[in-house]
Structures are given as C-alpha cells and as structure tokens.
C-alpha cells in the first residue's frame, strides 16, 4: 500500500522567512496530494493541493511543487508569521480513495 | 462547501463499555467514510474505509470487532469502540470524499473529531 515520508519533523524558522517541508510517496500511481494544517485538537484544515497533471500550485505565501518522477511534493510557505505555527500534514490519494498521510511537521515561526 | 458533522466531540467512558461515534454528511452523499484515529503529536492513521451498504475494509492491525464501522446510508457512518479500554483513548476522526468537484476536482471533508478517553 501507499507509504508517505515527511521531513522534517520539527522546523523553526524566524518570522519572514521561508519554510520548506517535503514529503515522499511510495504508490507511482497516486495522483492526489493535498497539505493539511493542523491545530491541537481540531480537524485537519486544507491549505493547497495538487493533482498529478501539474507540477506546481501556489496560493499568495504557499506553494507545492511535484515531482513524478522522483514521487516527491514539498510545501513552501514564505514570509511566515507567527500565526502559521502549527502541525503540517502532507498526504496522497489515488482516485480518491484512502488519504495516507505523512508523520507531519510542526512548524514553529518566532516572531 | 461540503460539510461533516461528527458527535460527539468528547466523551468519557469507563472501561469494558462502549462508545458509538457518529458522522454525517449535511450537503452531500458520502458513499465512502474514512476512518482515523491520532494520538497526540502523532500522524493521523487510517483504521478503515467504511462503504454504503458494505462491509467495512480494515487496515492492517486494526480490530474489526472492537471498531464496529456500519454505513446504513449515504449521509450518516458510524464507528463504536466496543468494550473500551484506557489504551483506546484518542482522537477519532472521520473523512469523507466530497465529489463536489465532479470525478476529477474531488476534495475530502474531515469531521470535527472526537475526544475519547476511556478511564
């Protein structure tokens, strides 16, 4: 079955500077790949996604780039600030079924 | 946009009872339930994929008698820890695939989770 690896676990980055998290997928035939923020105690909130048929996406401070070939999707999100502090997750899906998920980041942004 | 509606979101229980966990689906048909379970500081592991009107497929090391998964219809899932222990404590949380988007632009909708501790 599908296996995600993120990296790293733990990231501090001073506020304005750019965070980068990366993930890799074992399943070649996996072809959905979103990034989830998480708050202690709440659901998983969407941040971006991206389907197989792109390369990369972005969204104002966040982008995911792919690539198919190597099965590896990063997350960078520039300018931090402190209010994006909190567990990232990456995961991957096929055809919309079972979402695994990476072991997640958390991200601590210092102001 | 799409909408889980998971309860309850904490429960207590005492051991050797059991714990009915429920979501909804309010504005669409989730055919296929997804089944999670988070300790804390971990990942969110998959337990089971649960479809309308079939059996529940477990993952891996997961007690099918002890997580009774039933999907009855196409907007309600529900998943009951059978005789708890304090081992079962955690963060129960359910998925479900949106299809808003047509067959392609899917996306998934996470219930709100449930807080079970078991003492």
């Known amino acids: 079955g599908e296996n995600v690896e993120q990296h790293p676990s733990t990231l501090s980055v001073q506020e304005g500077d750019s965070a980068v998290i990366k993930c890799t997928y074992s399943?070649?035939?996996?072809?959905?790949f979103p990034w989830y923020k998480q708050e202690l105690g709440k659901r998983p909130q969407l941040i971006i996604d991206i389907r197989s048929n792109v390369g990369e996406k972005k969204d104002q401070r966040i982008a995911v780039t792919l690539n198919k070939t190597a099965k590896h999707f990063s997350l960078h999100i520039t300018e931090t600030q402190p209010e994006d502090s909190a567990v990232y997750f990456c995961a991957a899906s096929m055809w919309g079924g079972k979402l695994i998920f990476g072991q997640g980041t958390e991200l601590s942004v210092k102001p | 946009g799409a909408v889980v509606s998971q309860h309850p979101s904490r429960v207590i229980c005492k051991s050797g009872t059991s714990v009915k966990i429920e979501c909804r689906s309010l504005?669409?048909?989730?055919?296929?339930m997804f089944w999670y379970r988070q300790f804390p500081k971990k990942s969110l592991m998959l337990m089971a994929t649960?479809?309308?009107?079939?059996?529940?497929?477990?993952e891996q090391g997961v007690e099918k008698d002890k997580f009774l998964i039933n999907h009855a219809s196409l907007t309600l899932s529900t998943l009951t820890v059978t005789s708890a222990h304090p081992e079962d404590s955690s963060f129960y949380i359910c998925s479900a695939r949106d299809g808003l988007g047509g067959a392609v632009n899917y996306g998934y909708t996470f219930g709100s989770g449930t807080r079970l501790t078991v003492v």
């Open positions: 649960s479809n309308e009107g079939s059996k529940a497929t477990y």
């Open positions: 504005d669409f048909q989730a055919t296929t």
């Open positions: 399943d070649s035939a996996s072809n959905y």
